[in-house]
């Protein structure tokens, strides 16, 4: 195994003051010739030979084969130019051009080779092996012997490919060694007095070190080690050792010295059964200096964690299986760069706020789906008590496969029970000093009422069935027109226990409420496709036109609200039936949805598509004209009895280019209420995106002010092998760009190398502001020797 000394600090300073052994050689670009097929008596104990001429001398017992010496013995082929094999000492002796292949497909290379008919003992000088997992060594001599040791005298490993182009050039690395010793037993090479090369060029020196040969995938031994620093623990260094138990489990001991806070430990325990896999992942670390956290969770003596996943099949169609956190603190894993903060390139633009913990049992038929799981949020942020345990949330939904009425049935459940302790409040106010916390009014400072505060959840306990039955089917007219009626009937069973706690009363009823609502619907949808060809390509129109008949929604405004709280109207869901996003809202009161979609698919390929709509509420009441605990639905542009226009145009006009806009328009003023604008180009060496966004403010949804930002990102590949990739939001209302990444990195099939920058976002609870976090990121990895990973972080208020 490759030692703790071979961190990447060791690679960068150690390798340069050392000079190679004399007879140390590079590798240059030979293609195999083709290997001769072996005769089907080679497994019968003969040796077989094919030569241009055999020489028997009987004085000497000794057979000599010359010119185009082929011989099969035991799986093993031997080819030379000339064979002379020692009846009396059993020894076989190879000159020029020797291509020797064992029934693994390792070739060796020579010039001169002597070995035991059994090839157990013997040496070899000036050769070449050429592995099947394609990796390669030469040395000046090989010695072999009891058929285990094999000892290359000035020796040179690399799993890289010698340059077509230039035979000469060394490989991208190679480890060079006065002595490489492969012990075939213990499937390890043995390195002493070694050094590190890159082109040619020393950068690392190892009086000894080993590793796994590359027949092996699982051997016991201390893996790379992985260097990092963070202003709260220092610099750290991670030196993982693992434990290969058993074929189907593993143990990884991974200890990070820390120069400021001590050693975390850090363990992994991996077993795959017959039916699945699980892991068992376990932290601690008794801090040495709990003041380098402030006030923040973190200030005291020891923290850890736990965390385990796992998933079984029980048949083709179900598995079950859990996901696990316990943790000392919420900001544990932030301030370790732990699990989910181990790289820095997925927090970009999304830094989790969460653990989950949960255990479920997933069924999936040829069109139907069930899911139940009982799920428990650990919050990153601190704000426990208003976080939910869902025990369980149930999905069904199934598709019969056969004509109902000569249409389609369908039906669906969902079942959820969920319990909170303490209110969830969100600001709408952004005044200075109070921009994460509600703001209380001057008579009661406990107040949060609508007008400062949105209720994101309910305290106590919630609980709803909700079962759903659709019909649907479509006609085609002799004249072309489509018409599709459809028919459900939704019925929810609801019982809500909410807790009078303070400010509460002002959006909602407390106490328990228990009730059924049922929401019926009939429908029709038109549609008549015009179609026109010309040379160039084919444009289809098509007017669409959608009624719904329905009563009003009960409850309206008055219940929970957990999973529909967020709306986004446009162009998408234009023509849903429903359009809230989840269950515990419904669309009540009749409705039209019309609108106009073109397609123009060109001959010379490329497609541009375009979509313009606007709804319609006909009689009722308007469930987005009422406000709930969130006020979900009065800023999405569906409140009023004529809807906000919606459009989308996608255009693709080769395989290369797609661009795409979004856009929703006052149906009064035209003022843009949002928009959308993205581009995407992917060509063989560079792809980039850019959206840009531009959304009117929301004052009962908290947005104060028009949001407008620019989010690019691009790689571009430099050299066959080397990319260089980014991305960046600009905030154009601040003018201002507050998170941005870039990286570059080389990877082949023997080698990888990535450094990244990033900076990202960590949320506190209360009425801390957001910490801006700067991380550098380098991975360096060898393949056949390991990797290694070296990370630094601030945090930067």
Same mark, same amino acid.
């Given at each position: 195994?490759?030692?703790?000394?071979?961190?990447?600090?060791?690679?960068?300073?150690?390798?340069?003051?050392?000079?190679?052994?004399?007879?140390?050689?590079?590798?240059?670009?030979?293609?195999?010739?083709?290997?001769?097929?072996?005769?089907?008596?080679?497994?019968?104990?003969?040796?077989?030979?094919?030569?241009?001429?055999?020489?028997?001398?009987?004085?000497?017992?000794?057979?000599?084969?010359?010119?185009?010496?082929?011989?099969?013995?035991?799986?093993?082929?031997?080819?030379?130019?000339?064979?002379?094999?020692?009846?009396?000492?059993?020894?076989?002796?190879?000159?020029?051009?020797?291509?020797?292949?064992?029934?693994?497909?390792?070739?060796?290379?020579?010039?001169?080779?002597?070995?035991?008919?059994?090839?157990?003992?013997?040496?070899?000088?000036?050769?070449?092996?050429?592995?099947?997992?394609?990796?390669?060594?030469?040395?000046?001599?090989?010695?072999?012997?009891?058929?285990?040791?094999?000892?290359?005298?000035?020796?040179?490993?690399?799993?890289?490919?010698?340059?077509?182009?230039?035979?000469?050039?060394?490989?991208?690395?190679?480890?060079?060694?006065?002595?490489?010793?492969?012990?075939?037993?213990?499937?390890?090479?043995?390195?002493?007095?070694?050094?590190?090369?890159?082109?040619?060029?020393?950068?690392?020196?190892?009086?000894?070190?080993?590793?796994?040969?590359?027949?092996?995938?699982?051997?016991?031994?201390?893996?790379?080690?992985?260097?990092?620093?963070?202003?709260?623990?220092?610099?750290?260094?991670?030196?993982?050792?693992?434990?290969?138990?058993?074929?189907?489990?593993?143990?990884?001991?991974?200890?990070?010295?820390?120069?400021?806070?001590?050693?975390?430990?850090?363990?992994?325990?991996?077993?795959?059964?017959?039916?699945?896999?699980?892991?068992?992942?376990?932290?601690?670390?008794?801090?040495?200096?709990?003041?380098?956290?402030?006030?923040?969770?973190?200030?005291?003596?020891?923290?850890?964690?736990?965390?385990?996943?796992?998933?079984?099949?029980?048949?083709?169609?179900?598995?079950?299986?859990?996901?696990?956190?316990?943790?000392?603190?919420?900001?544990?894993?932030?301030?370790?760069?732990?699990?989910?903060?181990?790289?820095?390139?997925?927090?970009?633009?999304?830094?989790?706020?969460?653990?989950?913990?949960?255990?479920?049992?997933?069924?999936?038929?040829?069109?139907?789906?069930?899911?139940?799981?009982?799920?428990?949020?650990?919050?990153?942020?601190?704000?426990?008590?208003?976080?939910?345990?869902?025990?369980?949330?149930?999905?069904?939904?199934?598709?019969?496969?056969?004509?109902?009425?000569?249409?389609?049935?369908?039906?669906?459940?969902?079942?959820?029970?969920?319990?909170?302790?303490?209110?969830?409040?969100?600001?709408?106010?952004?005044?200075?000093?109070?921009?994460?916390?509600?703001?209380?009014?001057?008579?009661?400072?406990?107040?949060?009422?609508?007008?400062?505060?949105?209720?994101?959840?309910?305290?106590?306990?919630?609980?709803?069935?909700?079962?759903?039955?659709?019909?649907?089917?479509?006609?085609?007219?002799?004249?072309?027109?489509?018409?599709?009626?459809?028919?459900?009937?939704?019925?929810?069973?609801?019982?809500?226990?909410?807790?009078?706690?303070?400010?509460?009363?002002?959006?909602?009823?407390?106490?328990?409420?228990?009730?059924?609502?049922?929401?019926?619907?009939?429908?029709?949808?038109?549609?008549?496709?015009?179609?026109?060809?010309?040379?160039?390509?084919?444009?289809?129109?098509?007017?669409?036109?959608?009624?719904?008949?329905?009563?009003?929604?009960?409850?309206?405004?008055?219940?929970?609200?957990?999973?529909?709280?967020?709306?986004?109207?446009?162009?998408?869901?234009?023509?849903?039936?429903?359009?809230?996003?989840?269950?515990?809202?419904?669309?009540?009161?009749?409705?039209?949805?019309?609108?106009?979609?073109?397609?123009?698919?060109?001959?010379?390929?490329?497609?541009?598509?375009?979509?313009?709509?606007?709804?319609?509420?006909?009689?009722?009441?308007?469930?987005?004209?009422?406000?709930?605990?969130?006020?979900?639905?009065?800023?999405?542009?569906?409140?009023?009895?004529?809807?906000?226009?919606?459009?989308?145009?996608?255009?693709?006009?080769?395989?290369?280019?797609?661009?795409?806009?979004?856009?929703?328009?006052?149906?009064?003023?035209?003022?843009?209420?949002?928009?959308?604008?993205?581009?995407?180009?992917?060509?063989?060496?560079?792809?980039?995106?850019? %959206?840009?966004?531009?959304?009117?403010? @929301?004052?009962? =949804?908290?947005? *104060?002010?028009?949001? $407008? /930002?620019?989010? !690019? &990102? +691009?790689?571009?590949?430099?050299?066959?092998?080397?990319?260089?990739?980014?991305?960046?939001?600009?905030?154009?209302?601040?003018?201002?760009?507050?998170?941005?990444?870039?990286?570059?990195?080389?990877?082949?099939?023997?080698?990888?190398?990535?450094?990244?920058?990033?900076?990202?976002?960590?949320?506190?609870?209360?009425?801390?502001?957001?910490? %801006?976090?700067?991380?550098?990121?380098? @991975?360096?990895? =060898?393949?056949? *020797?390991?990797?290694? $990973? /070296?990370?630094? !972080? &601030? +945090?930067?208020?």
């Amino acid at each position: 195994m490759i030692p703790a000394a071979l961190s990447l600090l060791a690679v960068v300073f150690l390798g340069i003051v050392t000079v190679a052994p004399a007879a140390a050689q590079s590798f240059t670009f030979n293609p195999h010739p083709t290997k001769p097929k072996p005769p089907p008596a080679q497994n019968n104990g003969q040796m077989l030979v094919q030569a241009t001429e055999l020489d028997y001398d009987y004085n000497n017992s000794r057979v000599s084969a010359v010119g185009n010496v082929q011989m099969f013995y035991n799986g093993t082929s031997v080819e030379a130019d000339k064979v002379i094999y020692d009846q009396k000492t059993k020894r076989l002796h190879a000159e020029g051009n020797i291509r020797m292949t064992d029934a693994d497909g390792k070739v060796t290379y020579a010039n001169i080779l002597d070995l035991s008919d059994d090839y157990r003992d013997g040496f070899v000088d000036s050769l070449r092996v050429d592995t099947a997992d394609a990796t390669r060594m030469a040395a000046s001599r090989a010695d072999r012997t009891k058929g285990n040791y094999t000892v290359f005298e000035n020796g040179v490993y690399t799993a890289c490919a010698p340059c077509k182009d230039d035979p000469k050039k060394p490989p991208l690395w190679q480890v060079k060694g006065a002595r490489i010793i492969h012990n075939q037993t213990e499937k390890m090479l043995y390195f002493e007095d070694a050094r590190l090369e890159f082109y040619g060029v020393p950068l690392a020196y190892m009086p000894f070190f080993s590793t796994p040969d590359p027949t092996v995938k699982r051997k016991s031994g201390f893996l790379m080690p992985f260097v990092s620093s963070y202003d709260k623990f220092g610099v750290g260094v991670e030196v993982p050792y693992y434990f290969a138990l058993a074929p189907n489990y593993d143990l990884t001991l991974s200890p990070r010295f820390t120069t400021r806070q001590g050693v975390l430990m850090q363990g992994e325990f991996r077993q795959r059964l017959l039916d699945g896999a699980y892991q068992i992942r376990a932290y601690g670390i008794n801090q040495l200096d709990p003041d380098a956290f402030g006030s923040a969770p973190g200030n005291r003596d020891f923290r850890g964690g736990v965390d385990t996943k796992g998933q079984f099949a029980l048949n083709d169609k179900w598995v079950w299986g859990w996901d696990g956190v316990l943790l000392s603190d919420y900001f544990f894993f932030s301030d370790y760069r732990l699990r989910q903060y181990s790289d820095p390139l997925q927090s970009f633009l999304s830094l989790p706020t969460e653990a989950i913990s949960q255990l479920y049992l997933t069924g999936v038929g040829n069109r139907s789906y069930f899911d139940a799981r009982t799920i428990y949020y650990l919050s990153f942020s601190g704000n426990q008590s208003q976080v939910p345990v869902v025990a369980p949330v149930i999905d069904y939904s199934n598709v019969i496969n056969h004509a109902v009425l000569g249409g389609e049935f369908s039906y669906k459940f969902n079942f959820v029970n969920l319990t909170r302790d303490q209110a969830q409040f969100d600001p709408i106010s952004t005044l200075a000093n109070t921009s994460y916390l509600c703001l209380p009014t001057s008579a009661d400072p406990m107040a949060r009422t609508p007008n400062n505060c949105l209720l994101r959840g309910v305290p106590g306990t919630y609980t709803r069935l909700t079962a759903e039955a659709q019909w649907r089917k479509s006609f085609t007219d002799p004249i072309g027109q489509i018409w599709t009626p459809f028919v459900s009937l939704r019925a929810d069973a609801i019982n809500a226990d909410i807790s009078n706690q303070p400010g509460v009363s002002d959006f909602i009823q407390p106490g328990n409420t228990s009730t059924v609502r049922l929401m019926p619907a009939v429908g029709l949808e038109y549609r008549y496709p015009f179609i026109n060809v010309q040379p160039w390509g084919t444009t289809t129109i098509e007017p669409i036109a959608q009624v719904i008949i329905r009563p009003n929604e009960s409850y309206a405004g008055k219940l929970p609200n957990e999973d529909a709280q967020s709306l986004v109207f446009d162009a998408s869901n234009l023509f849903s039936v429903d359009k809230f996003s989840g269950y515990d809202r419904v669309e009540g009161g009749g409705r039209a949805n019309v609108g106009v979609q073109a397609t123009t698919q060109f001959d010379q390929g490329g497609a541009i598509n375009f979509l313009f709509g606007q709804s319609y509420h006909l009689f009722g009441l308007n469930s987005f004209a009422v406000s709930d605990i969130s006020n979900t639905s009065v800023d999405s542009g569906l409140q009023r009895a004529q809807s906000d226009y919606v459009t989308s145009i996608n255009y693709s006009p080769n395989s290369i280019f797609t661009f795409s806009t979004r856009a929703r328009f006052d149906d009064r003023t035209l003022n843009v209420q949002r928009f959308e604008a993205e581009g995407r180009a992917a060509f063989n060496r560079w792809s980039a995106s850019v %959206l840009y966004g531009d959304y009117a403010a @929301q004052p009962d =949804l908290g947005y *104060l002010t028009r949001r $407008r /930002g620019i989010l !690019g &990102s +691009g790689s571009v590949k430099i050299a066959s092998n080397w990319v260089v990739q980014g991305a960046a939001r600009w905030d154009l209302e601040a003018d201002q760009i507050n998170q941005y990444t870039i990286g570059a990195g080389y990877v082949d099939d023997c080698f990888v190398l990535g450094l990244n920058y990033v900076t990202s976002y960590t949320y506190s609870a209360g009425s801390t502001p957001p910490q %801006l976090n700067h991380a550098f990121m380098l @991975q360096l990895g =060898l393949r056949t *020797l390991g990797q290694t $990973r /070296g990370a630094a !972080g &601030s +945090g930067i208020q």
